[in-house]
């Protein structure tokens, strides 16, 4: 997706790796690039030339381009319109803009207070369009509202601005920020199956607004990069994405928090990594970067609900051992006598 914040643009030459990697990103975004320039009586020719994406393939409602190729073809454009907004707003965001707000935002403490003020500072830049930081209770979401019928041109700005955005969040504090959803304020494309890559969760069409959603914690993790960060960051030629970042600040706090919260829905690695919105895989290797292990966390979420449902009710030993988690009361009494020495009933008093 277009991140507007990086300035050089890749030397590629080399079709394999202008090429490489999965086609993704639908073509229906360029086409609306290819709008702006018609916009502005401009020839798109040599920037679809760049990114090696033949004229025809434009018409090709099911097509799609490399993420190479999208960073290419959004760099170059972006320098040749001299508008890092790609047409989508009434007035062109000129080279540097994007640069300019994530700078402002820097000296933040909070991820919080940076995001509150990149979308303040940007309503500065582009009145058309409204970004809002809100929080309902453990769920943080940025809100976007266009102001303006956008026509073809409204999905390219909707994906770019929340891409970038959620891109620089994750930047700012050194986290993959896992998302809950997203929502956009117009009918499934053909190409929906495309949004699972380029937003976490999932993804509800013919919403009132545009808006993405998140753990409303990342909001006090601290911004983590300096000045000498955002210098390099800006002249950096690999686009700015989420996946970049492949440790979550938060994650075994959210597995515990699952863990507690839905004992039944998360007895194996799959489920539980399901209700996270990642993989089995992604799951164990981010939860070793963070030096713990699903099967720890398990114990130490089970062992407190059972400990405290023992102290405080009379409930039998099976519905404890399913309260806290378990298949059966046999495994239960098996892994209470692995932590405390004792079977649950022995250790209550009975």
């Not at 304020?185 to 949004?195: D, K, N, V």
């Not at 495994?331 to 250790?347: C, E, H, L």
Request: glycine share 6%; hydrophobic share 40%; charged share 20%.
């Amino acid at each position: 997706m277009p991140q507007a914040v990086h300035r050089r643009l890749p030397q590629l030459t080399d079709t394999t790796r202008l090429l490489g990697g999965p086609a993704l990103t639908p073509m229906a975004l360029i086409r609306a690039m290819v709008l702006a320039y018609q916009a502005r009586g401009m020839d798109p020719s040599q920037v679809l030339e760049q990114a090696q994406i033949p004229p025809a393939q434009l018409k090709n409602p099911t097509a799609s381009i490399t993420a190479t190729q999208m960073e290419v073809i959004s760099g170059a454009a972006m320098r040749e319109l001299d508008d890092e907004g790609l047409g989508c707003f009434a007035r062109a965001l000129p080279w540097g803009s994007y640069g300019l707000l994530a700078r402002a935002s820097l000296s933040s403490p909070t991820l919080g207070v940076a995001l509150k003020r990149w979308c303040r500072h940007h309503g500065l830049l582009a009145p058309d369009a409204t970004l809002s930081l809100e929080v309902d209770g453990e769920v943080a979401s940025i809100v976007l509202h266009l102001h303006r019928d956008r026509g073809p041109m409204t999905e390219l700005c909707a994906v770019s601005l929340l891409r970038n955005i959620h891109g620089l969040a994750s930047w700012y504090v050194k986290s993959r920020i896992a998302l809950l959803g997203a929502q956009f304020p117009y009918a499934a494309p053909p190409h929906a199956e495309a949004y699972a890559v380029l937003f976490d969760g999932p993804t509800r069409f013919d919403a009132e607004h545009a808006a993405i959603h998140f753990d409303a914690r990342y909001l006090s993790l601290p911004v983590r990069r300096d000045e000498a960060a955002m210098n390099q960051l800006l002249q950096r030629a690999l686009p700015l994405t989420v996946r970049s970042y492949r440790r979550d600040r938060l994650l075994v706090q959210r597995v515990r928090q699952v863990l507690a919260s839905r004992p039944q829905d998360a007895h194996n690695a799959n489920d539980l990594a399901a209700l996270l919105n990642t993989s089995p895989r992604t799951l164990h290797r981010q939860l070793k970067d963070e030096g713990a292990s699903l099967q720890g966390l398990k114990d130490e979420v089970r062992r407190q609900r059972a400990t405290e449902l023992l102290l405080r009710t009379k409930r039998p030993i099976k519905q404890v051992a399913e309260a806290a988690g378990f298949q059966n009361e046999k495994s239960f009494i098996r892994a209470f006598k692995g932590w405390t020495g004792q079977s649950p009933g022995d250790w209550r008093g009975e």
